[in-house]
């Protein structure tokens, strides 16, 4: 019996026996979705050269709803499955034999700007498929459509990362489009001004379920799809130069940086056992909207010009200069690759040279 298929059709290329067998289904008018299994995935329990037989309801085929266009049990042959689609997008050329490799997903909060676009747009630079989510959704979607336009793949989504549930569904969601996800980087945070005795249970709050709770959501959602998935994958925290030593008049900020290289060196320990690496990186001062607006309210604060704010931070970087936002991409692309697959539980420090530790 021939899959139930509509307007769909599916590429196997299959390789030997412990490879990872990559496939790619294309959905009318360009939608293309991508994902990667391995031999060992419970949901495929035969596997040899030219097929592969499904035993599962649903094994990643993306979005959800095509996977019901697979008969559980059923082999496919790399023909059968390739000819199971009736109708091709025409603005997709596909050569005959032809096999689309699958991106990796990186899913990056806090995207819609500063370190996070950076991140994103560097990702996109080394091959990855990128989930732009951010509070701002209007901003968010700006990001995704330029990373488009110039040739790279990226879909925005808007997110509150202290809703837990919010952001679950986000990062499923996510997933569902892009095809799969490898890599969670938690970069949205709050930077807000707070001298000790200005402090109220409200900021601490807010503060904390933004910057640190965050974390612990968003590594939940993304272990669970994970290991769903059958593979393992990567968890990236924004901490900061101010989570390595205390800052002067970031109490809140300052001490939720410190958290996040702690629950990054638990994370580590607790998920290594499902290959899956947790590091942070730890930016100095970075010309982004947020270290404008700290530099002004400490200035503020202290009856002087920003130019004096910034410089209260700035005077002690090795480098001498301010750090650009793509000096932390650079570092976060490297914790994202495979060159780091050896390091988890660090805070890798790009500050210019601020902090020695
Ligand atoms: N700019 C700097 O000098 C440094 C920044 N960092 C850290 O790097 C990360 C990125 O910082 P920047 O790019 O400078 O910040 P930014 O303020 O320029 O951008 C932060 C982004 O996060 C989004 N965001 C804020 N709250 C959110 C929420 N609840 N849910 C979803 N998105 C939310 C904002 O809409 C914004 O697009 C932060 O975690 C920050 O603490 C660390 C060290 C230095
Ligand atoms: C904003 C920040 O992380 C600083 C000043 O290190």
Redesign the pocket.
């Known amino acids: 019996m021939q899959p139930m298929v509509r307007s769909w059709s599916l590429q196997l290329q299959l390789r030997p026996a412990n490879e990872i067998i990559t496939w790619s289904s294309y959905v009318p008018p360009s939608y293309c979705c991508a994902s990667t299994l391995k031999r060992t995935n419970q949901y495929i329990t035969t596997f040899d050269a030219h097929k592969l037989t499904i035993f599962g309801e649903n094994f990643y085929c993306k979005p959800r709803e095509f996977a019901s266009h697979f008969t559980y049990g059923k082999t496919y042959t790399n023909g059968v499955a390739r000819h199971c689609g009736v109708r091709l997008p025409i603005d997709v050329k596909q050569p005959e034999g032809a096999c689309i490799m699958n991106k990796e997903v990186a899913f990056i ?9 950076a991140i994103a747009r560097r990702l996109v630079k080394d091959g990855f498929a990128v989930a732009i ?4 959704f209007e ?1 968010a979607t700006k990001v995704a459509d330029s990373i488009n336009d110039d040739g790279g793949k990226a879909a925005a989504f808007k ?4 809703d837990r549930g919010g952001f679950q569904q986000a990062i499923e969601d996510a997933s569902d489009s892009l095809g799969d996800l490898n890599v969670l980087i938690n ?5 807000p001004t707070t001298p000790i005795d200005t402090i109220t249970a409200e900021m601490f709050d807010k503060v904390y379920h ?2 640190v709770a ?1 974390c612990i959501w968003g590594m939940q959602a993304a272990t669970a799809l994970f290991k769903g998935k059958g593979h393992g994958g990567k968890i990236i925290n ?5 989570g390595v030593v205390g800052n002067a008049n970031l109490m809140l ?1 300052s001490s939720t ?1 410190f958290a996040i290289r702690g629950l990054t060196q638990v994370a580590a320990k607790d998920l290594a056992k499902d290959g899956i690496t947790a590091n942070a990186y ?10 404008m ?1 700290i530099a002004h309210q400490v200035a503020v604060n202290a009856g002087k010009d920003d130019e004096w704010g910034m410089s209260t931070f700035s005077k002690d970087i090795t480098l001498g200069r301010l ?1 650009e ?1 793509s000096d ?1 991409a650079n570092a976060v692309a490297f914790l994202a690759g495979h060159n780091s697959d050896y390091i988890t539980g660090q805070t890798l420090i790009v500050d210019g040279g601020m902090q020695f530790q």
């Open positions: 909060t806090g995207s819609a700007q500063g370190i996070g676009e989510a951010d509070l701002n901003l997110v509150d990362v202290s970069n949205a945070g709050i930077a933004v910057n965050s924004a901490a900061s130069q101010a900020y940086k730890a930016p100095g001062i970075v010309k982004t909207p947020m270290m607006d750090s936002a932390v």
